[in-house]
């Protein structure tokens, strides 16, 4: 916790930040960059009395295009519902305060602040490279996840449109695939996700944290409003899409009272299944979110880290397979009773569709590159 009141941050690469509270960063979720463990240097910027030109706080969102030569992930995790990831990006817009994908960027060279949600690598190549992958010889369908790291309807999507091509992938070879997303982008491609729906190729989850307006322009600030993702559950749905909702994470003494409203509000809205996590600080999010508490919520701040210390056994961090997504102990086990009641009492015994793999299509012309 020493970093929640520190004034100076160590960033690398020669772009550094000075934070103060009259500093902050409007429209981003981290307001530092944490040092890269795989760097062997650092650089500190201080300010120095009569020394005005400082960088730009918030120099805006870079892009770096790569062309991988792979990009279907194979997931090891006995935590997590499906056998293959994608994604078409690295690092994400969104700029989430609490998201464990930000440790991921460490290992690009870049940090898991700042540079997580301004530096954003590109995959355009990722259609060709699933459509390879599924024509493989040897392959058999699978369950696929857009995405693992990143957020595939974050804000770049919108102009480069990968996350559409590799469903146009996947609607030509008739193979399911689920998508997570806390952007209402996502119908953009009402048609294409329709028609997956029609052959029981697709389920969507919206991931909803918040209904507080205020603590998503902060927590989550480039995201989707929650309203506007309550209305994407309602159009996909109308429009016969299999839709749930993530209420992750949760995060005790922040958003945890807010469990049955925002099941209630997923149902009113037509989603027919409801799924959390449990928030977990690992890596570098740690200091992250610890500078993010003591900024948006430092009258609570203590309180909040204790309780999710308590969740996982005394640690923010938790890395065990079968207890990091839901923790453990007795706001962890309140957490889940709060969440299975109201579950019970919006859901019933509703689940998502199984994947029909039966329509699965090997092979096919390229016709999209």
């Not at 240097?41 to 770096?64: C, K, M, N, R």
Request: charged residues 25%; glycine residues 8%.
């Amino acid at each position: 916790m020493g970093l929640l009141f520190r004034l100076f941050y160590i960033v690398e690469a020669g772009l550094a930040t000075i934070q103060s509270m009259q500093d902050y960063i409007k429209g981003r979720g981290s307001q530092i960059n944490t040092p890269n463990r795989f760097n062997a240097q650092a650089f500190v910027l201080e300010h120095f009395e009569g020394i005005d030109d400082l960088p730009d706080p918030d120099p805006g969102t870079e892009v770096f295009i790569d062309e991988p030569k792979q990009i279907v992930n194979k997931v090891e995790s006995t935590d997590l519902p499906f056998l293959y990831s994608l994604n078409p990006y690295q690092g994400c817009e969104h700029g989430c305060a609490y998201c464990y994908a930000r440790n991921v960027h460490t290992y690009w060279g870049f940090s898991a602040g700042l540079d997580f949600e301004r530096k954003i690598i590109v995959k355009p190549n990722a259609p060709k490279l699933l459509e390879e992958f599924i024509n493989k010889k040897n392959y058999e369908p699978a369950s696929m996840s857009l995405s693992g790291n990143t957020d595939c309807y974050q804000p770049l999507e919108r102009r480069y449109k990968i996350t559409r091509g590799l469903l146009e992938v996947f609607l030509r070879h008739r193979h399911p695939v689920g998508i997570i997303t806390k952007n209402s982008l996502i119908l953009r491609d009402l048609d294409l996700l329709t028609e997956l729906a029609s052959m029981q190729l697709v389920r969507v989850y919206l991931s909803i944290t918040t209904l507080d307006e205020e603590l998503r322009r902060t927590l989550e600030p480039r995201t989707s409003s929650s309203l506007n993702r309550l209305k994407a559950v309602r159009a996909l749905t109308d429009h016969g899409v299999p839709v749930g909702v993530m209420t992750a994470p949760i995060i005790p003494g922040l958003n945890s009272d807010e469990i049955p409203d925002l099941l209630k509000a997923a149902a009113d809205h037509g989603a027919i299944a409801a799924g959390y996590t449990m928030v977990r600080l690992n890596g570098d999010v740690k200091d992250i979110f610890a500078d993010w508490l003591s900024k948006n919520r430092p009258d609570a701040a203590r309180k909040v880290w204790n309780q999710i210390r308590h969740a996982h056994g005394g640690s923010v961090s938790d890395s065990r397979p079968g207890v990091r997504m839901r923790g453990e102990g007795n706001i962890a086990n309140s957490v889940n009773q709060l969440f299975k009641l109201f579950q019970r009492k919006y859901f019933g015994d509703n689940k998502m569709p199984d994947y029909d793999f039966s329509k699965f299509i090997k092979g096919g012309q390229l016709t999209l590159f």
